[in-house]
Each structure stands twice: as structure tokens, then as C-alpha cells.
């Protein structure tokens, strides 16, 4: 008889499961090996443009498709313990949380396609909490509207724009044609989206970069943007963090693309916003929001509209 295969992601398992989330037999199905819960800011998970100054309990859960060399939270997305844990399990701890943070809000890391049978739960049985996701995009095409459908708003981490580069990091090159693939599809499905893109020591090249931002401001160029920073993780122990004025050269480039584009740093005026003609929208320090100027979704100076939900 032929073994099923998982249709989730484009490397279609039949055996064991690559990313470890599913045990695979006939049918995928979840398993839960480890998982983290927190409350944090909404800035801190790295959204800049969806309710500024809000906080959502952040789920982070094992198992990964994408396997980066890097993973920031290779901690619980790769380390399993032997005790499985239930949907329902998981998903009680959730909710309790968010209760007593009294928290409308639930994101889940990008490793969230795994999670998609977790958010169809919340969405069809707690359906007043919003879904916000981090993902990597390394969807099988025929999964990719669902998992946009069912989510509020969507950050995309994307950590090159080419298959050399993402041979670099993980085992599967042609995923970054996938993140790709998945910038069009949320856009053409007004969903709500904004990007990260890793500067890697060594790896990243400027031309790549420039690719990507020709592409993106052809999708849309008030998509935001984040220039962000490689910091050391996982096996990726011997590579130098990124160094900041190489971090603000790209950021720099990025600003003649982009109307609205961040770099990863604490200080004004990298993490603040402002509208497409330089009037200040909101300031931060850090994570904190400290001033939101922004008057019924416009610019309170020049009154454009500002692609800011709030
Ligand atoms: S896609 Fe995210 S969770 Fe998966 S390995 Fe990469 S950084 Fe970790």
C-alpha cells in the first residue's frame, strides 16, 4: 500500500516527518513535543503596523520545516521531550493565558504553518482573538490560501532572495521561491503583511538585496519593511553578528524603494514612523511605542493614509 503524504509543505514527507512536528503514518498528524507561551509586545514579536503598542501571547512550538542554521529559538522549535502533548492541551494553556493578560491577541512563530490545525481551532471555536503569524513561507502552494485565510496578519521572514542563499542557511534552496510565492498571494488576497529581511555576514549580497526590493516595491510599496540583524544562534556560532553600518547601508538603500522601511536598532529614527513625505507618525524606543501621532488612519500633518491598523 503507498504510504500518504504530508501536503503541507513542498518537501511532501512520506516517512518520518523532516520537520519533526508530524508523526506519519497514514495521515499527518500533529504532534506536540515541546512549546513556549509568553506575553509580549507586538513590536517585540515585529510587527510595527498592526495596533502599535499592543501585546499578544506568543506561541512558539517544535518541529520546523526550514531547518535555519540560525533558528533564534532552536531551544523549543528543536529540542524534544518525550512526553507528546494534545491540540487540546496546548491549546487550553493558550487561552488561559490570554485570559488573564486579558489578551486579544495570539501569534505563533514562523515555524506557524505546523500550527495550522491549532489556529483553525482557535478560529472556529474562540473566533474574538486574532491570529498574527510569523512564517518562513515555505508553503505547498495548494496550502497557502488557507493558511492566509484563517490568519488576521501576517509577518513574512525572509533571509535572502536567492537558491545560493538559502543554501547557505538551510537544506532547502528553492524555499525562498515559496516566500516569494507567498508575498504575492497574501497581497492578491488583501491580507495584511509585512516583511523581515536578515543582512547575513558573508551571505547576503547587495545585489540580491536590490532584487528584492524592486520586486517588492512592484507588489506594493507601502508593504513594511525590516532590515533586520544576524545575531550568532544554533550551529551558527562562529559568524559575526551584522555590523551596524552595514545594517544602516542596506536600510538606506531600502528607503528609496519603500515608504516604509526599519532597521534593528533602539534609537530614532531607525524604529520610528513616518509617513512617505517625512511627518513623524510614531515614535519608539526599542519596542516601546512612546507617542502615536497618526489622526483617524492619516498623517496629521500632510493627511495621507497611513497603511497602519489600530
Ligand atoms: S523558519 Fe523560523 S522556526 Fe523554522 S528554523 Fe527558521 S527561524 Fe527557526
Given at each position: 500500500m503507498r504510504k500518504k503524504k504530508c501536503e503541507l509543505c513542498p518537501i511532501a514527507c512520506t516517512d518520518i516527518?523532516?520537520?519533526?512536528?508530524f508523526s506519519l503514518?497514514?495521515?499527518?498528524?500533529?504532534?506536540?513535543?515541546?512549546?513556549?507561551?509568553?506575553?509580549?509586545?507586538?513590536?517585540?514579536?515585529?510587527?510595527?503596523?498592526y495596533y502599535p503598542g499592543s501585546s499578544a501571547i506568543l506561541v512558539v512550538t517544535s518541529g520546523c520545516n526550514l531547518l535555519c542554521s540560525f533558528c533564534p529559538e532552536h531551544d523549543t522549535v528543536f529540542s524534544f521531550s518525550r512526553e507528546k502533548k494534545s491540540l487540546n492541551t496546548l491549546l487550553s494553556r493558550i487561552l488561559n493565558l490570554a485570559e488573564r493578560m486579558g489578551c486579544h491577541m495570539i501569534a505563533f512563530y514562523c515555524n506557524s504553518i505546523l500550527d495550522i490545525d491549532l489556529m483553525k481551532s482557535i478560529r472556529e471555536k474562540f473566533g474574538y482573538y486574532k491570529i498574527v503569524t510569523l512564517t518562513n513561507g515555505f508553503i505547498s502552494s495548494?496550502?497557502?490560501?488557507?493558511?492566509?485565510?484563517?490568519?488576521?496578519?501576517?509577518?513574512l521572514r525572509?533571509?535572502?532572495?536567492?537558491?545560493?542563499?538559502?543554501?547557505?542557511?538551510?537544506?532547502?534552496p528553492d524555499a525562498y521561491r515559496y516566500a516569494r510565492e507567498f508575498?504575492?498571494?497574501?497581497?492578491?488576497?488583501?491580507?495584511?503583511?509585512?516583511?523581515?529581511?536578515y543582512v547575513i555576514p558573508g551571505i547576503t549580497k547587495e545585489?540580491?538585496?536590490?532584487?528584492?526590493?524592486?520586486?517588492?516595491?512592484?507588489?506594493?510599496?507601502?508593504?513594511?519593511?525590516?532590515?533586520?540583524?544576524?545575531?550568532?544562534?544554533?550551529?551558527?556560532?562562529?559568524r559575526r553578528p551584522t555590523r551596524t553600518e552595514v545594517l544602516l547601508h542596506y536600510y538606506n538603500i531600502a528607503r528609496k524603494y519603500l515608504n516604509y522601511v526599519y532597521a534593528d536598532l533602539w534609537i530614532s529614527p531607525y524604529s520610528d514612523t513616518f509617513c512617505p513625505n517625512g511627518h513623524l507618525l510614531i515614535s519608539r524606543f526599542g519596542w516601546k511605542v512612546k507617542k502615536v501621532y497618526i489622526k483617524k488612519g492619516r498623517c496629521p500633518i500632510c493627511g495621507v493614509e497611513v497603511p497602519i491598523v489600530a
Amino acid at each position: 500500500m503507498r504510504k500518504k503524504k504530508c501536503e503541507l509543505c513542498p518537501i511532501a514527507c512520506t516517512d518520518i516527518s523532516i520537520c519533526m512536528g508530524f508523526s506519519l503514518a497514514d495521515s499527518p498528524i500533529r504532534t506536540y513535543r515541546n512549546y513556549k507561551i509568553t506575553h509580549i509586545s507586538i513590536e517585540k514579536i515585529g510587527f510595527y503596523h498592526y495596533y502599535p503598542g499592543s501585546s499578544a501571547i506568543l506561541v512558539v512550538t517544535s518541529g520546523c520545516n526550514l531547518l535555519c542554521s540560525f533558528c533564534p529559538e532552536h531551544d523549543t522549535v528543536f529540542s524534544f521531550s518525550r512526553e507528546k502533548k494534545s491540540l487540546n492541551t496546548l491549546l487550553s494553556r493558550i487561552l488561559n493565558l490570554a485570559e488573564r493578560m486579558g489578551c486579544h491577541m495570539i501569534a505563533f512563530y514562523c515555524n506557524s504553518i505546523l500550527d495550522i490545525d491549532l489556529m483553525k481551532s482557535i478560529r472556529e471555536k474562540f473566533g474574538y482573538y486574532k491570529i498574527v503569524t510569523l512564517t518562513n513561507g515555505f508553503i505547498s502552494s495548494s496550502h497557502m490560501i488557507d493558511y492566509i485565510k484563517i490568519v488576521d496578519a501576517i509577518l513574512l521572514r525572509i533571509f535572502g532572495f536567492s537558491e545560493e542563499t538559502y543554501s547557505r542557511i538551510t537544506p532547502f534552496p528553492d524555499a525562498y521561491r515559496y516566500a516569494r510565492e507567498f508575498i504575492d498571494v497574501a497581497k492578491n488576497n488583501n491580507k495584511f503583511l509585512e516583511v523581515e529581511f536578515y543582512v547575513i555576514p558573508g551571505i547576503t549580497k547587495e545585489r540580491e538585496f536590490l532584487y528584492f526590493l524592486e520586486f517588492l516595491r512592484e507588489v506594493n510599496r507601502d508593504i513594511p519593511l525590516h532590515v533586520r540583524r544576524f545575531r550568532p544562534n544554533f550551529v551558527e556560532l562562529e559568524r559575526r553578528p551584522t555590523r551596524t553600518e552595514v545594517l544602516l547601508h542596506y536600510y538606506n538603500i531600502a528607503r528609496k524603494y519603500l515608504n516604509y522601511v526599519y532597521a534593528d536598532l533602539w534609537i530614532s529614527p531607525y524604529s520610528d514612523t513616518f509617513c512617505p513625505n517625512g511627518h513623524l507618525l510614531i515614535s519608539r524606543f526599542g519596542w516601546k511605542v512612546k507617542k502615536v501621532y497618526i489622526k483617524k488612519g492619516r498623517c496629521p500633518i500632510c493627511g495621507v493614509e497611513v497603511p497602519i491598523v489600530a
